[in-house]
């Protein structure tokens, strides 16, 4: 019969029946009580109320029993720190008993009652275990050892455990080895304190072969944190370790890998030794590849960074990379990664070959990665890069929109690596111009259309076409058509006066990017200024770009390597980034407001020393989102602007545009050393023909009034509708937040919508993630029917904040309220 009976429904009272059979004579019903405790405590019911009584049925000579009771204590003791003192006594006896399952039961419990009350009473059994004559006990409280440091570190070397743990180094059972190891090296995470000498890693080689898989793991992992002193020491090392490249179990492999990959590194490069080496890492990794797709997927995160860190481990593997019709998505995509980094001049058309196959399969996720993987092979082989322009030109003719569209991003790329090479095929791209609708293509061949304008005879045409739906583009597709026209434009000036002034018009006027209308405005300053400078920097000629762009930064990719086999390696990311402890340091970063507070405001850092930059918690965040002081320091000698360009009011947020500054300061250093027009000058040359007079702007702008009450820093968003009448009893309120000399304003225009006069108005802030509060209460007389009221409260920040969804939200349902007569 099953323990199925155990999680049946149960009946009303079953709580006092449960309690009578616990503290029943009969052994039999005991037990059978116990198992309906566990069953009920596993299915998430409280039965914490019978903690005595299932306590009391610690004294037993029956393992079973002993087995349940203990799993129920682990669970209650924690809720129950009091009653488990209870259960001391029996510890200690349990650690004695003849047995020697119920000394490790007894001892393994130990370690999982995480109770501050009882670990004292716990040190004592815990030594006499640590020197049982049976190695199962000693095994088991090695590992009682790092739970105990988890919950007392003070306790434990106090105690002298650290030392207990390096004897059991020496210990003739490996599996006692493996354990201590283990144990020494989690302590040893928090606070080093045990080192590892030649004569212990003598003793761990001896113990690895006999040793279970994981104490192998165990085993591995602490050698690869043990620096030899020389080259001999690193080879013996490499030598004894290397057989078990060859074990079955997949975390053994890698573990050892792992050593051997850190131990390279400390050997003469291009010596024998390393070639030997390198010849037997190939062939168990390969090995992987034959096994579960899941551990596939590991190995092939692993070799990826192998590859990346010595390529000529796999060199010759290539074949094994090829994608198989029944392999998982997430596997061919490793594979694809592969093969691109193993890719060279001698097989080369293998791979393109395999590629072309790959980009008439079905899954539109792997068909794009190919076509891309297409392109990355003719930037990094140059010798393949005319196959590979010739293939893309074949999968263009396919017609297949993704496929076509990936072509044109790619093409773009090899025309950036190859320029004057291959233009001839831009005829071909044309041609399908209106299949592309997704935003990255659309902005290659934007790009290609304004890099090579001058060899596309209808390329204002083309561009214009893309003009007609500006403001339903994508950012990355806008920003590439505004420099794409100004390219046209400095090319061909004569037939493309208007489309420029269109362009920058939608971008600077229309558009509420910020990202747009910085680069717009800068476009427009350059071409007002100095149209020669303007062709020197957006004509100047582009860097090739690199052969491999997806590559690990060095460091990183060391740090990776000396974590093969870890999750770190299947994220490609440092530990630091997933593992919460790791952030603790961050989160408590001292930052003391009180003596900052104190600090006179004459003292300044000395230049010489670095300030250190501490990364704020998202909590003050959240405070201090409004609170950030965005404009520049004053300096003394500044000057109130004399004349502003027309439609240039502070472009960048602090653009000085005095008569006698410099254009190229204006613009942080671009090198245009032409003087801002000046009001009492002469008009200056349009750069379209013109002269800069008011009938003939060259831009259209109109001069924005300037006065020391509206200057506000940085953008103002425009009015929005906050309130509607039929919502707010007649009360229609349009708002925006400004920003004035570092203080936020809520301006707002009331309008009222009934036939009878409103008054008493007043706001209130819900808690937000801003802090935001207003400073006093709204000043306005009594608003006659449809007449309006322009209203302004100035706010703070020291409010209490809580965060919103989204973050940067505040609108009025949640954020305030009005209330009014």
């Known amino acids: 019969m099953t323990d199925s009976k155990y999680f049946t429904t149960t009946k009303k009272g079953e709580i006092f029946e449960l309690k009578t059979e616990l503290n029943s004579d009969k052994k039999e019903k005991k037990r059978e009580a116990v198992k309906k405790v566990i069953a009920s405590m596993t299915v998430g019911k409280d039965v914490s109320a019978l903690f005595p009584d299932?306590?009391?049925?610690?004294?037993?000579?029956?393992?079973?029993l002993k087995k349940l009771v203990y799993l129920y204590l682990m669970n209650y003791a924690k809720s129950q720190p009091d009653l488990a003192i209870m259960a001391v006594n029996t510890f200690v006896k349990d650690c004695e008993d003849p047995n020697p399952l119920i000394r490790a039961l007894a001892v393994r419990t130990m370690g999982c009652i995480r109770v501050d009350k009882i670990t004292e009473y716990l040190c004592e059994p815990l030594r006499k275990c640590m020197k049982d004559?049976?190695?199962?006990?000693?095994?088991?409280?090695a590992v009682c050892v790092a739970?105990?440091?988890?919950?007392?570190?003070?306790?434990?070397?106090?105690?002298?455990?650290?030392?207990?743990l390096n004897d059991l180094l020496s210990d003739s059972n490996p599996m006692v080895v493996a354990n201590a190891v283990a144990a020494i090296t989690e302590i040893n995470e928090?606070?080093?304190?045990?080192?590892?000498?030649?004569?212990?890693?003598?003793?761990?080689?001896?113990?690895?072969?006999?040793?279970?898989?994981?104490?192998?793991?165990?085993?591995?992992?602490?050698l690869a944190n043990y620096e030899p002193k020389d080259e001999r020491e690193a080879q013996n090392i490499c030598e004894r370790i290397s057989p078990r490249l060859a074990h079955a179990n997949a975390a053994v492999v890698l573990s050892t890998v792992k050593v051997l990959m850190k131990l390279i590194n400390l050997l003469p490069e291009n010596s024998d030794f390393i070639t030997q080496l390198i010849k037997k890492l190939a062939p168990p990794m390969v090995t992987l590849l034959s096994a579960e797709p899941e551990i596939q997927y590991v190995a092939l995160r692993n070799i990826n960074l192998i590859v990346q860190k010595r390529p000529e481990v796999l060199k010759q593997e290539m074949k094994v990379f090829f994608v198989k019709y029944n392999d998982p998505i997430y596997v061919k995509m490793e594979k694809l990664d592969i093969m691109i980094r193993l890719a060279q001049q001698n097989n080369i058309s293998q791979v393109l070959s395999e590629l072309k196959e790959y980009a008439a399969e079905v899954d539109v996720d792997f068909v794009r990665k190919a076509v891309r993987a297409i392109g990355r092979c003719a930037i990094k082989v140059e010798q393949s890069s005319e196959k590979c322009v010739a293939t893309l030109l074949d999968l263009i003719q396919t017609k297949v929109n993704y496929v076509v569209q990936e072509a044109v991003v790619v093409i773009k790329d090899i025309f950036r690596k190859y320029p004057n090479r291959y233009e001839n095929i831009i005829s071909n791209l044309c041609e399908n111009l209106d299949t592309l609708d997704e935003p990255e293509a659309r902005a290659s061949m934007i790009w290609i259309i304004g890099e090579y304008a001058?060899?596309?005879?209808?390329?204002?045409?083309?561009l214009e076409s893309f003009v007609e739906g500006f403001h339903d583009e994508n950012t990355q597709v806008q920003l590439q058509l505004l420099t794409a026209v100004v390219k046209l434009f400095l090319k061909r000036p004569t037939d493309t006066q208007q489309l420029v002034q269109r362009v920058l018009s939608l971008a600077?006027?229309?558009?509420?990017?910020?990202?747009?209308?910085?680069?717009?405005?800068?476009?427009?300053?350059?071409?007002?200024?100095?149209?020669?400078?303007?062709?020197?920097?957006?004509?100047?000629?582009k860097p090739l770009i690199s052969e491999e762009t997806d590559l690990l930064e060095p460091s990183l990719l060391n740090q990776l390597v000396c974590h093969i086999g870890s999750l770190a390696s299947v994220y490609h990311k440092p530990p630091t980034s997933f593992i919460d402890a790791t952030r603790q340091p961050l989160r408590a970063a001292p930052v003391n407001a009180t003596n900052d507070s104190k600090t006179p405001a004459t003292s300044q850092t000395p230049q010489h020393q670095p300030q250190s930059t501490v990364i704020p918690s998202q909590d003050n965040l959240i405070a201090d989102l409004l609170s950030l002081d965005l404009t520049a320091p004053a300096a003394p000698s500044y000057q109130q602007p004399q004349a502003a360009i027309p439609g240039l009011d502070d472009l960048l947020g602090g653009f000085d545009m005095g008569a006698t500054t410099n254009t190229a300061a204006s613009l942080g250093g671009i090198g245009l050393n032409a003087p801002l027009p000046n009001p009492g000058a002469p008009p200056a040359l349009d750069i379209f023909g013109g002269f800069g007079n008011e009938s003939n702007n060259t831009f259209g702008f109109q001069q924005p009034p300037t006065s020391a009450s509206n200057v506000s820093n940085g953008y103002v968003a425009p009015k929005e509708l906050w309130l509607d009448a039929s919502k707010g009893k007649g009360l229609q309120i349009e708002g925006t937040f400004a920003r004035r000399n570092g203080t936020i304003f809520m301006e707002m225009v009331f309008t009222n919508k009934v036939m009878q006069p409103l008054s008493d108005f007043a706001v209130q802030f819900n808690t937000n993630s801003f802090g935001l509060t207003p400073t006093g209460p709204i000043n306005v007389d009594a608003i006659l029917p449809n007449q309006s009221a322009n209203v302004e409260v100035s706010c703070r920040t020291n409010g209490e904040a809580r965060k919103t969804d989204p973050l940067t939200s505040l609108q009025h349902k949640y954020a305030w309220k009005f209330l009014f007569n």
Not at 54 to 64: F, L, R
Not at 511 to 518: E, F, G, K, V
């Open 54 to 64: 299932v306590v009391n049925c610690m004294q037993t000579d029956n393992v079973e």
């Open 508 to 541: 600077t006027q229309d558009s509420d990017n910020p990202d747009l209308r910085d680069r717009g405005y800068i476009y427009w300053r350059l071409l007002s200024a100095d149209p020669g400078a303007a062709k020197e920097v957006v004509l100047a000629e």
């Open 133 to 141: 004559e049976d190695p199962y006990v000693r095994k088991t409280a």
């Open 454 to 462: 001058e060899r596309i005879d209808n390329a204002d045409e083309l």
């Open 147 to 164: 739970k105990l440091h988890d919950i007392n570190p003070t306790l434990v070397e106090d105690q002298g455990f650290v030392e207990l």
């Open 190 to 222: 928090s606070r080093p304190m045990v080192r590892i000498n030649l004569q212990t890693v003598n003793k761990l080689l001896t113990a690895l072969n006999e040793c279970t898989e994981w104490g192998q793991v165990f085993i591995l992992d602490a």
